[in-house]
């Protein structure tokens, strides 16, 4: 199977600046590929040479297949590209400025008047309203038109530098609808973002990077576990956290008085067999179980790095 993306060794160097240190990434066709990291880990500069916008230093990439310095405009209609800082012409409507991208950029194997369907849609789909001028957008709503461009001629490969930048929290939603429909489609997500939850709610697996370099690349659900899981459990009477201590899969226990019972919060790392089984000996009124999220795994694995 070709990956969707492929990214070998990649260096890149801004004069005696390094924004990329020799990256390895590749992303499968039908999946959704989350790219993380804090400020200036290189996401854009990658992204960026994936569109042959920026040439790399040294390294390969492969984009659908193809160098993306030879495959030209026949390759750039195959991807939906949001680029991080959008440029947009401000003397038009909301309407001629995506009649004009369905014209000149992307759409030319898509016939004309399903394209502009699609771009109705899709802008009625997120609220953006087509009549308004450019110029007078918010950010938010100058976000929605370059994800209008990018979705509009169902691309193979979808390369999204911040995509919520700026949205509100129901359009995200409908963001992270549109992302999941392409991936069941086949089609291909590759995005990056600050929003660890977000990343967590439509990846299929990412890939974490921190000044130039992948830390960490796996699947959304293994980071996930890495992270263990946290328990509470509310148990009659009074009991010590501390046999719980040494069981398999423990990590961590605390007893604190709930009225006339205990809540007994445990940290877990493996199965929590164990700890259930010691808990059943008690009489056990109520279970409830955090689950870990992307944003603390990936936090957590900063700071061991950092060490
Ligand atoms: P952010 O999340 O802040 O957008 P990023 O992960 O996308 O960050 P890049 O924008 O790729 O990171 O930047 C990577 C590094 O390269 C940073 O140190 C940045 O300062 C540097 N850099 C990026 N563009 C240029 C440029 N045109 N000239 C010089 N240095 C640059």
Do not use: C
């Not at 990291?37 to 996401?43: F, I, L, R, V």
């Not at 709503?141 to 700026?166: C, M, W, Y």
């Amino acid at each position: 199977m070709t990956p969707a993306v492929e990214i070998s060794g990649l260096h890149k160097q801004y004069g005696s600046r390094v924004a990329l240190r020799g990256i390895d990434v590749r992303v499968d066709p039908g999946t959704v590929v989350g790219f993380v990291g804090p400020n200036g880990a290189g996401k854009t500069t990658a992204m960026r040479i994936l569109l042959d916008v920026l040439r790399p230093t040294s390294g390969q990439v492969r984009v659908l297949g193809e160098d993306p310095r030879a495959g030209g405009a026949r390759l750039r209609a195959r991807i939906g590209y949001l680029p991080g800082e959008l440029r947009l012409d401000g003397r038009h409507d909301v309407a001629s400025l995506l009649d004009h991208f369905v014209e000149i950029s992307h759409a030319r194997h898509v016939p004309r008047h399903d394209a502009r369907a699609a771009w109705r849609d899709l802008a009625d789909r997120i609220g953006l309203d087509p009549t308004r001028r450019v110029r007078g957008l918010s950010k938010g709503n100058k976000q929605k038109v370059g994800l209008v461009q990018a979705f509009v001629h169902r691309p193979e490969l979808l390369i999204l530098d911040e995509p919520t930048s700026g949205l509100d929290p129901l359009v995200q939603a409908e963001f992270l609808a549109m992302v999941r429909e392409v991936r069941d489609e086949g089609r291909t997500v590759f995005l990056s973002s600050h929003v660890l939850s977000e990343v967590e709610q439509a990846a299929d697996s990412v890939v974490v990077l921190r000044e130039g370099r992948v830390v960490l690349t796996s699947g959304v659900d293994a980071v996930r576990a890495q992270l263990g899981q946290r328990v509470h459990l509310t148990l009659s009477g009074r009991v010590e956290a501390a046999p719980f201590l040494p069981l398999d899969g423990v990590r961590g226990a605390t007893a604190a008085p709930a009225g006339a019972n205990t809540r007994l919060t445990l940290d877990l790392d493996g199965t929590p067999d164990a700890a259930l089984r010691l808990a059943t000996t008690h009489t056990v009124l109520a279970i409830d179980a955090e689950r870990p999220d992307l944003e603390a795994a990936v936090m957590s694995l900063y700071a061991k790095e950092s060490r």
